[in-house]
Nanobody
Framework: QVQVVESGGGLVHVGGSLRVSCAASGSIFSINTMGWHRQAPGKQRELVASITSDDNTNYADSVKGRFTISRDNAKNTVYLEMNTLKPEDTAVYYC???????????????WGQGTQVTVSS
C-alpha cells in the first residue's frame, strides 16, 4: 500500500510565501514524476507544477517565476515553494506521484488528500 500525504498549507497574506510538502510512503519500488495540482472553488483542477525523477520541471504559466518545485528522492518527498502569492492562488493543493509498487511493478498515479492554501487580501 502507498500513502501520499501533504503538509504545510495555511493562510498567508498577499505577497507572502508558503511552502507545502508531500511525502510518499509504503511499499514503493520507484517514483517517476511527482507534482502538484490545485482546485479553486467552482473551477476545474489544474496542474501547477511537476518534476521528473531526473529533476526536469514544468510549471503552469500562472505560477512561473513565483513557484519552485523540488524533490528529495531519498525521502520520497516533493516540495512546492510559493512566493509572491496572489488571491487567485487560493485553492486546495493536491500532490500526486507516479509510483511503482514493489508488489505489482506497475506504475500508477497516487494522490494526496489535499491541503488548503488561502491567500488573503
Amino acid at each position: 500500500q502507498v500513502q501520499v500525504v501533504e503538509s504545510g498549507g495555511g493562510l498567508v497574506h498577499v505577497g507572502g510565501s508558503l511552502r507545502v510538502s508531500c511525502a510518499a510512503s509504503g511499499s514503493i519500488f520507484s517514483i517517476n514524476t511527482m507534482g502538484w495540482h490545485r482546485q479553486a472553488p467552482g473551477k476545474q483542477r489544474e496542474l501547477v507544477a511537476s518534476i521528473t525523477s531526473d529533476d526536469n520541471t514544468n510549471y503552469a504559466d500562472s505560477v512561473k517565476g513565483r513557484f519552485t518545485i523540488s524533490r528529495d528522492n531519498a525521502k520520497n518527498t516533493v516540495y512546492l515553494e510559493m512566493n509572491t502569492l496572489k488571491p487567485e492562488d487560493t485553492a486546495v493543493y493536491y500532490c500526486y506521484g507516479r509510483i511503482m509498487t514493489v508488489r505489482t511493478r506497475i506504475e500508477r498515479t497516487y494522490w494526496g488528500q489535499g491541503t488548503q492554501v488561502t491567500v488573503s487580501s
